[in-house]
């Protein structure tokens, strides 16, 4: 529900920022360091092909999906905090997009005046309608970024199901290779993500920056929650335990539930 409720709100705001786009001139990308460092990667197929960066995003989230699907233990757990920092973050990126409105990197993008505000705020939920002025802070960086650190905390509490002679994937070593691995996948991401002007230096590094901060406030607050069950809590710590009272056992083994 919050990933849903968040990822719409955040396309509803892409299209007001559209909207407002559209009646005035934001067209002149800002200067960016990294820009002028980095080459420029172009779609694949030309200029309207596939975009590097859309492919990088869905690799990794493609692998992430699969690794906690095929795990043995704390699926809903996993799948259900990944998607609630999601629309978390995603509630706060529509805020930010609609606020201040920032000019495209991508000088091909043009934005045009939304017809159906809610509708089309729908389809770019689904990924069937662009936007362009959905810049400050970066989406695709949000998702690499969320489910590389949902990887690296889970990854030795949710053992992979794998044939008995691949059984070394679950043992200390394997797992350090399989967060050195989503390590690599998300630092390509992130490149990819530069060179193809998809976001300025500066969405990439506060969206990295909040999904360390989200991630960690919301992990230590469950821990503290596990912790202390019967304690008043504040509000965060009741939406929390709301969250997590049907599949954590809030009163008894709460260090295996969580990793800080």
Same mark, same amino acid.
């Given at each position: ?41 172009? $779609? ?17 989230? &493609?692998?992430? =999906?699969?690794?906690?699907? @095929?795990? &043995? ?9 990944? %998607? ?29 005046? $939304? ?14 309608? $662009? ?12 998702? =690499? ?9 889970? &990854?030795?509490?949710?053992? @992979? ?9 679950? &043992? ?14 998300? @630092? =390509? ?20 920056? %909040? ?11 469950? %821990? ?24 954590? $056992? ?11």
């Amino acid at each position: 529900m919050v990933f849903v409720l968040g990822t719409y709100f955040d396309s509803l705001m892409q299209v007001v920022a559209q909207s407002r786009a559209a009646e005035q001139t934001i067209t002149t990308p800002l200067p960016d360091l990294l820009f002028d460092i980095l080459p420029f990667i172009p $779609p694949i197929g030309g200029p309207h092909g596939i975009e590097w960066a859309n492919i990088a995003v869905g690799c990794i989230l &493609t692998i992430g =999906i699969a690794r906690f699907v @095929l795990s &043995t233990q704390l699926k809903i757990v996993v799948f259900r905090r990944w %998607l609630t920092l999601l629309g978390v973050l995603f509630f706060g990126r529509g805020v930010c997009i609609v606020v201040t409105m920032l000019p495209n990197p991508d000088r091909r993008c043009v934005p045009e005046k $939304p017809k159906a505000a809610l509708w089309e705020a729908l389809l770019v939920m689904l990924q069937m309608y $662009p936007t362009c002025m959905d810049v400050f802070y970066s989406g695709h960086t949000t998702n =690499i970024t969320i489910a590389a650190l949902i990887w690296w905390r889970y &990854t030795p509490i949710a053992p @992979l199901w794998v044939p008995r002679c691949w059984q070394w994937v679950n &043992t200390t070593k394997g797992i350090q290779l399989q967060r050195m691995l989503m390590l690599v996948l998300v @630092l =390509i991401a992130y490149f990819l993500i530069l060179c193809t002007r998809f976001h300025y230096t500066l969405d990439v590094m506060i969206a990295i920056s %909040l999904c360390f901060v989200g991630d960690y406030v919301y992990h230590t607050s469950l %821990l503290s929650l596990m912790a202390n069950p019967t304690q008043p809590h504040n509000y965060l710590l009741r939406c929390i335990r709301w969250l997590e009272c049907e599949d954590a $056992p809030l009163d008894a083994d709460y260090e295996h539930w969580v990793v800080v």
